[in-house]
């Protein structure tokens, strides 16, 4: 048993002797002078392999609880679920290097520090399933919806389970966490709204500039706001719009094909010299979510409809995307390239056998083309058909 300090560079555990760290050569001693290494106390349970406790960045907090694990382990009371509480286990969930990567680390904190509210010196051992369901109906009381509630419950789920996964946690647990249920019935909460034709076209005539090419894209690609918010130049390969797998909420490659109406906007706008973003607001790129939503909400009441998810009227930019996958069902586009331009999963055995081609995807996007332009057309005349395809 012994205190462990974590290489701030390769995040290595090693002894306290070391000045250099064993695996990248980081000076180790200016390293706790100046960047605040973690501590780790290691331990042995029941002669299985090594346990790591986090313990954050006191070392004097971390000789402690070594001469604490050091007791326990005399009087044979030291076990993987009985000592551990809440506090403890997130800190050491949050400080894996997998999770600090997560897109989603700041929600994962967020959820966390929540529970810790309610459970932060409970044993993990002794939460039981009431106690989640009373924490459940609490949230609730709190103006909180049900899809946030199970979200939080999954995040600690998730926790949970890795931690049972190593050892740190036992079986007992993890069975209340397991046995909590959602509140809300798979598929309850699924919005079902779809921006007509003639709610488009006065998004566009009431959008903000730096907006209103963002919309068409969104219309002439079903992609995600923040596909386009951080859409690049280098993603523009030749007649298609290419994603890698960590660019994407899918972690899947994606090709879009630029139709003719893409193309015009791409050739109208301007690159910039200090970075490579294509859709900017006062020559820098929209990396705000709240700016983003900011600009939505004020296009959408200049446009005289209602914006947000609350109201039954309200609509939201992720519409757009819905309204693409159904305008392409109107416009006979067929469901595998459908799929694939927009990014959802293929059913079936297209899982394994559709592997299409670049010009049936541009065909594809095409015939989508073609149909929104004479709706347009339809709708609002051919005098703004240029401005809103």
């Not at 290097?97 to 010196?121: A, E, G, P, T």
């Not at 109406?261 to 301007?270: C, G, M």
């Amino acid at each position: 048993m012994a205190v462990y300090v974590e290489c701030p560079v390769c995040h290595r555990k090693q002894s306290l002797r070391n000045r250099v760290c064993g695996g990248c050569d980081w000076d180790l001693v200016k390293a706790k002078r100046t960047q605040s290494p973690n501590y780790w106390v290691q331990y042995y349970i029941a002669g299985k392999q090594a346990r790591f406790e986090l313990v954050g960045k006191s070392i004097q907090e971390a000789r402690e609880l070594d001469i604490e694990r050091k007791k326990q382990k005399r009087e044979n009371t030291l076990s993987t679920n009985s000592k551990i509480n809440f506090l403890e286990l997130s800190r050491w969930y949050l400080n894996l290097n997998s999770v600090k990567k997560l897109k989603s680390y700041d929600r994962v904190q967020l959820c966390l520090k929540n529970f810790n509210k309610n459970f932060k010196h409970r044993k993990v051992g002794s939460i039981k399933n009431l106690d989640l369901i009373d924490y459940q109906n609490k949230r609730l009381d709190e103006g909180r919806a049900l899809a946030t509630v199970d979200m939080e419950l999954k995040i600690v789920q998730t926790m949970v389970s890795l931690a049972f996964d190593n050892d740190i946690i036992g079986e007992g647990a993890l069975k209340a966490f397991r046995k909590t249920k959602k509140l809300l019935v798979k598929g309850k909460n699924a919005r079902k709204k779809i921006i007509k034709i003639s709610e488009y076209i006065k998004l566009v005539n009431a959008a903000l500039s730096h907006l209103k090419p963002i919309i068409i894209v969104a219309m002439n690609t079903g992609m995600r706001a923040g596909e386009i918010r951080n859409l690049k130049w280098s993603h523009i390969q030749g007649d298609f719009i290419r994603f890698d797998s960590e660019d994407v909420k899918e972690k899947d490659k994606k090709s879009i094909p630029i139709n003719q109406i893409v193309n015009d906007i791409l050739q109208n706008t301007a690159s910039h010299d200090h970075h490579d973003y294509i859709f900017t607001y006062r020559n820098k790129p929209i990396t705000d979510r709240s700016g983003f939503r900011k600009s939505w909400k004020t296009t959408c009441k200049k446009a005289g409809l209602v914006p947000g998810r609350l109201h039954p009227m309200g609509i939201i930019f992720h519409d757009i995307r819905r309204s693409v996958k159904t305008y392409m069902i109107e416009a006979g586009v067929d469901p595998v390239h459908r799929d694939m331009i927009l990014g959802h999963s293929l059913q079936g055995m297209d899982v394994h056998y559709a592997v299409q081609s670049d010009d049936a995807l541009m065909d594809a996007m095409n015939r989508y083309e073609k149909w929104l332009t004479v709706k347009i057309a339809m709708v609002a005349g051919p005098a703004v058909k240029k401005d809103a395809s």
